[in-house]
Nanobody, 123 residues
């Protein structure tokens, strides 16, 4: 499956941003989907995940209550709505596909990755 993330940009603290990831090349609803991010000089970290049907989600503690992951299997897309953004949310955000029916946070479970989209939050 090929993944294309979009929607990043420069925003101010407190603003909202919506990231999207379009999938192609395989049956989209075969995959659980996740979002990860990598800040400059830091390791890639888990942000959120959603199950194949969308009925189950998982969030990192740092974004819980501010970010919402969703998917549209008819359109082969997964989105990340980010509200109340903070400067520490600044990172390159990646979408990823996991062929297992779990919403696990470990990057090792995700076999396919998009190219990343940069989110910069100014204070």
């Amino acid at each position: 499956v090929q993944l294309q993330a979009s929607g990043g940009g420069l925003v101010q603290a407190g603003d909202s941003l919506r990231l999207s990831c379009a999938a192609s090349g395989h049956t989209f609803n075969y995959y659980s989907m996740g979002w990860f991010r990598q800040a400059p000089g830091a390791e890639r970290e888990f942000v959120a995940a959603i199950s194949r049907s969308g009925g189950s989600t998982n969030y990192a503690e740092s974004v819980k209550g501010r970010f919402t992951i969703s998917r549209n299997n008819a359109k082969n897309t997964v989105s990340l709505q980010m509200n109340s953004l903070k400067p520490e949310d600044t990172a390159v955000y990646y979408c990823a596909a996991n062929p297992r029916s779990t919403v696990v946070p470990g990057a090792e479970f995700y076999d396919y990755w998009g190219q990343g989209t940069l989110v910069t939050v100014s204070s």
